[in-house]
């Protein structure tokens, strides 16, 4: 039996353009075949149910349809516009409960369906919300203020992504032992549009390494999975670069940071890279760094200690304040130092001093002033064992994703994002999720908050290895 694998699957509402709430969803998926070869221009007979409140609910609305793919294996379709099975996709009541997307697919555009996968809906559609609950403010945990909100399901392994700093371009890099193919999709006009051709990277002996990395406006891509490589969309296709160092790059592409200190510049004169300063490094067995946007704030990790920060001032490159250390509470778990676009804010979460409470880390945000690092508002209490932190390009919203329980009921993650207004960090969006995993492994990894897009890596189905990406957006 042939089986396929849903590497994209796209749910979409967009509140803000309709004057009534829409009576239909935006539905995209990237189809492959068990060898993981596309099935493109191809008809594909697919039933998409919506049920209520679990996996295994009622469904409430079932539809079929058979689109086509394109040549590179998409498929687009509106739920709400194909042959009625059951059910009224306009009469269903957002309000009233949790509902889940099942999907059936018929690779051959029949009704023998030979895959089946089902993705929860965490966060209701915002516009058909309103409409059933008479309200526009939204269920609870449901809102980044008012969102809209796309999920995305179906990574077979689990993959690594970041935003363009505009937050209107996405690359996806999903990894195995020996190859990485990266993807880039551009979020316009209520769905993901793929940019230029699938990067493959071979990754002998599952090297790693860090990326992919969008520039400003995600036109140039770079990742240094087997080496730094760097490519420019030329005729929309990714065209490598030659000679590129190894490193985290700048959003402007301009510089290159390794973790050992080594700073290269790209001269568009020479049009090269070339080692124009080595400065402290970062220290540990898995050394946590980061570079600002323009490349001329650099932060490293002193591992066990704190970090080093330092600025780029007329070609010299000195210490921004003194080391920002750490409680030394738990001094092996890590920090997730972040910094800010701007350079100017660095966060990062650790255990409060005193007697353990189980998932009792704090968020800590830092802002550079007068020549010393002062901590920014109070600290947050994140009631949760945090696994990753993003920051917004102005260093004024801040996210973070972390577990706050396991037991015998599931693992619950915990995210959820704050915005420094007043002298205060105020919290403007939360979401609870409760999985049916009781494992110690983490549901949700790596979250990345750019220019009000917010978007973070679930795992699907604790029984498989399946990963989801879901977005939210500011409005």
């Known amino acids: 039996m042939k089986k396929l694998y849903t590497l994209l699957v796209a749910v979409f509402i967009t509140a803000s353009t309709f004057a009534q709430a829409p009576e239909k969803m935006s539905y995209q998926a990237v189809i492959r075949d068990a060898t993981g070869n596309l099935i493109s221009n191809q008809a594909v007979g697919i039933q998409i149910s919506i049920l209520q409140t679990t996996v295994e609910g009622t469904a409430v609305y079932v539809e079929t349809q058979t689109p086509t793919t394109n040549t590179n294996g ?11 099975v059951t059910g009224s996709f306009t009469a269903i009541d957002w309000s009233a409960d949790s509902y889940f997307i099942k999907t059936e697919t018929d690779p051959t555009g029949g009704t023998n369906y030979t895959i089946t996968g089902t993705s929860q809906l965490l966060s209701v559609p915002y516009a058909l919300y309103a409409k059933t609950s008479g309200n526009g403010a939204g269920p609870e945990g449901s809102g980044f203020n008012a969102v809209t909100h796309l999920q995305t399901g179906n990574f077979y392994t689990r993959s690594t992504y970041e935003l363009s700093d505009d937050g209107t371009t996405l690359a996806i890099a999903e990894r195995n032992s020996f190859t990485s193919n990266i ?5 316009e006009s209520n769905i993901l549009n793929q940019v230029g051709q699938t990067v493959n990277v071979d990754t002998p002996n599952g090297q790693t390494g860090d990326g992919p990395k969008l520039n400003i406006n995600g036109t140039k891509l770079y990742h240094s999975f087997a080496g730094g490589k760097l490519y420019e969309l030329i005729n929309d296709t990714w065209t490598e670069q030659e000679n590129t160092p190894n490193g985290k790059i700048s959003s402007d592409f301009n510089t290159i940071v390794s973790s050992g200190g080594v700073i290269n510049e790209f001269s568009s004169v ?9 400065i402290p490094g970062a220290s540990g067995n898995a050394p946590q760094w980061d570079v600002s946007a323009d490349g001329s704030v650099v932060m490293f990790e002193d591992y066990r200690v704190g970090v080093n920060v330092y600025q780029k001032i007329n070609n010299n490159w000195t210490q921004m304040g ?13 920090r997730y130092f972040k910094l ?15 007697p353990y409470v189980q998932n009792s880390f704090e968020l800590k ?18 009631n949760s064992r945090v696994y990753d932190i993003s920051i917004d390009n102005d260093g004024e919203t801040i996210s973070f994703v972390g577990e706050t329980e396991v037991g015998t009921n599931g693992q619950i993650f915990n995210l959820a994002a704050y915005t420094f ?3 205060d960090w105020q919290q403007n969006y939360l979401n609870y999720d409760q999985s049916t995993n009781t494992s110690n492994a983490p549901q949700v990894y790596d979250i990345s908050l750019r220019s009000g897009t917010l978007a973070y890596l679930r795992l699907r189905q604790p029984s498989q290895i399946y990963w989801q990406l879901n977005i939210h957006f500011v409005e």
């Open 270 to 278: 020479d049009n090269q890279w070339a080692v124009t300063a080595t």
């Open 74 to 84: 998409l498929l687009s379709l509106e739920i709400g516009t194909g042959t009625i």
């Open 421 to 423: 207004v007043g002298n």
């Open 322 to 334: 003194n080391t920002l250390s750490n409680n030394g509470v738990d001094i092996n778990y890590p």
């Open 183 to 187: 993807y880039v999709y551009k979020i």
């Open 365 to 382: 945000i830092y802002s550079f002033d007068q020549n010393q690092w002062t901590q920014k508002g109070s600290f947050i209490q994140t």
């Open 340 to 354: 800010s676009n701007d350079g100017q804010t660095i966060a990062f979460t650790e255990r409060p001093p005193g």
